[in-house]
């Protein structure tokens, strides 16, 4: 059964620095990776999605990487601002037809001015 | 990125009565949609899987009598929580995946059920 883990709970920075999310999961046989957003009360925004055969995808001040093997995404926020401030949750869809993704409990991140 | 659209955002209502969600993609077509609860401070639940034309696969542990999914057709998923209770009360999500070989997911705002 995959598990994903998202440590530390929760982060606080101050504006400006870059950061790292970090997101582990146990079966390196996966379809995709996807990491979202969530503000609080909201839905999910997705933000970026690697597939099995990418390393990493950039979007903005957002990169992710991808090891399959070591089974570990990081997402790099770079200049980190208060409106970045949200909790972030990766997500692993396995191979498979009809899979369904298993998320992380998320990284609370606050990032002060 | 595509749009899913969720009505209502928020709905509270007595003990007993029902409640219908809307889950709706607007710019894509999904023949899959996913039900998610989501409890605070914590992550999304898998409730159910919605194919169109055909009967939710659900969750162990998930009332179908409890919470009727009915995906009409290609752009629109409901969630019904019938006879609600207050336990009921939760934050429910859905999602729908989008066609083609990247198979990404994107979610609805959400729908903050209170039953009082």
């Known amino acids: 059964k995959q598990e994903v883990t998202q440590i530390p709970a929760a982060l606080s920075v101050p504006e400006g620095e870059n950061l790292v999310l970090n997101c582990s999961f146990t079966?390196?046989?996966?379809?995709?990776l996807q990491w979202f957003r969530q503000d609080p009360g909201k839905g999910l925004t997705s933000l970026l999605l690697?597939?099995?055969?990418?390393r990493e995808q950039t979007s903005g001040r957002l990169n992710a990487s991808l090891d399959k093997s070591s089974g570990r995404s990081t997402l790099y926020i770079a200049a980190s601002q208060p409106g970045d401030s949200a909790t972030y949750l990766c997500a692993v869809r396995p191979t498979g037809a009809n899979s369904k993704l298993t998320f992380g409990k998320g990284i609370t991140l606050s990032v002060r001015p | 990125g595509a749009v899913v659209s969720q009505h209502p955002s928020r709905v509270i209502c007595k003990s007993g009565t029902s409640v219908k969600i809307e889950c709706r993609s607007l710019?894509?077509?999904?023949?899959?949609m996913f039900w998610y609860r989501q409890f605070p401070k914590q992550s999304l639940m898998l409730m159910a899987t919605?194919?169109?034309?055909?009967?939710?696969?659900?969750e162990q542990g998930v009332e179908k009598d409890k919470f009727l999914i009915n995906h009409a057709s290609l752009t629109l998923s409901t969630l019904t929580v019938t006879s609600a209770h207050p336990e009921d009360s939760s934050f429910y999500i859905c999602s729908a995946r989008l066609r083609g070989n990247t198979g990404e997911l994107f979610f609805g705002e959400g729908s903050r059920l209170t039953v009082l």
């Open positions: 710019d894509f077509q999904a023949t899959t």
């Open positions: 690697i597939q099995s055969s990418q």
């Open positions: 919605s194919n169109e034309g055909s009967k939710a696969t659900y």
């Open positions: 079966d390196s046989a996966i379809y995709n």
